[in-house]
């Protein structure tokens, strides 16, 4: 018996695992770590920022939700072979709202009464803050969104939030008003589309109107060349790569500036 007991463990201890590691902004394509269960959730954490570029102590590991304590082990979270952990950058922590449990909401709910309590709430917040975030009505609101570094830094933009009738279980629209000189490489700059995970296939019932606003921040100050509307250098100056085709056609063909 204690034989065995011992070639269970030094199996469990030299027995490696893949995780997947994304970024909750979408920004990266998700990567495949292989891991040690007994590795602490620091050294993970390190591992996984560098390979999602991403510094090391501005960011945290999540896990179904729940922020990962970096003294801990993976094994100590249950996390297994396939699991996916999320890396979060720091505006992302502390943006999201407590469980739908806290609302008191419930899904035989009136869905007009589980819209007020959200937008209510998130208000009460937004205030409590004093956030750039000003309500035309409860479906429609204003954000000024400005940067603290980067080349688009110390300019006010205006971005418009449209929140659905599902707006617990469904993103809000976005649609940045405001120009964009130079042009911003994750938003479009006809249609004031914004290219961001949270506001489509990873929207988590627990983002809100905070969570976009810190969100937007960060893509000002971080923007992502390998997933851009139009083709851009290194430097951020764009260049033509539609096979010598002259600049301006298929932007007049499809409607681009």
């Known amino acids: 018996?204690?034989?065995?007991?011992?070639?269970?463990?030094?199996?469990?201890?030299?027995?490696?695992?893949?995780?997947?590691?994304?970024?909750?902004?979408?920004?990266?394509?998700?990567?495949?770590?292989?891991?040690?269960?007994h590795e602490k959730i620091s050294v993970v954490k390190e591992r996984a920022a560098t390979a999602q570029v991403v510094e090391p102590g501005k960011a945290k590991l999540s896990h179904k939700n729940e922020i990962l304590d970096e003294n801990k082990t993976l094994k100590d979270y249950g996390i297994k072979d396939g699991d996916t952990l999320e890396l979060l950058p720091d505006h992302m922590t502390g943006a999201s709202l407590p469980p739908l449990s806290f609302l008191e909401y419930s899904p035989g709910q009136n869905a007009n009464t589980a819209f007020a309590k959200r937008v209510s709430y998130e208000s009460k917040i937004i205030r409590s803050q004093r956030l750039p975030i000003i309500p035309k009505d409860p479906k429609h609101w204003v954000m000024t969104i400005r940067a603290n570094k980067g080349k688009w830094r110390g300019r006010d933009y205006i971005v418009h939030v449209r929140l659905p009738d599902r707006y617990l279980?469904?993103?809000?629209?976005?649609?940045?008003?405001?120009?964009?000189?130079?042009?911003?490489?994750?938003?479009?700059?006809?249609?004031?589309?914004?290219?961001?995970?949270?506001?489509?296939?990873?929207?988590?019932?627990?983002?809100?109107?905070?969570?976009?606003?810190?969100s937007l921040i960060w893509l000002l100050e971080n923007p992502?060349?390998?997933?851009?509307?139009?083709?851009?250098?290194?430097?951020?100056?764009?260049?033509?790569?539609?096979?010598?085709?002259?600049?301006?056609?298929?932007?007049?063909?499809?409607?681009?500036s």
């Open 169 to 214: 279980f469904v993103p809000p629209k976005v649609e940045w008003k405001s120009p964009m000189s130079p042009k911003h490489p994750n938003i479009f700059p006809r249609t004031g589309w914004v290219c961001l995970n949270i506001l489509e296939r990873d929207w988590r019932s627990d983002y809100s109107l905070i969570t976009i606003y810190k």
């Open 1 to 37: 018996m204690f034989l065995d007991w011992v070639v269970d463990w030094a199996r469990d201890w030299v027995t490696k695992m893949k995780i997947i590691i994304k970024t909750t902004l979408g920004l990266a394509t998700p990567v495949d770590l292989e891991v040690d269960p």
């Open 224 to 256: 992502n060349y390998e997933h851009r509307e139009v083709s851009y250098r290194n430097d951020g100056t764009r260049r033509n790569t539609r096979n010598n085709m002259p600049r301006g056609f298929f932007d007049f063909l499809w409607g681009r």
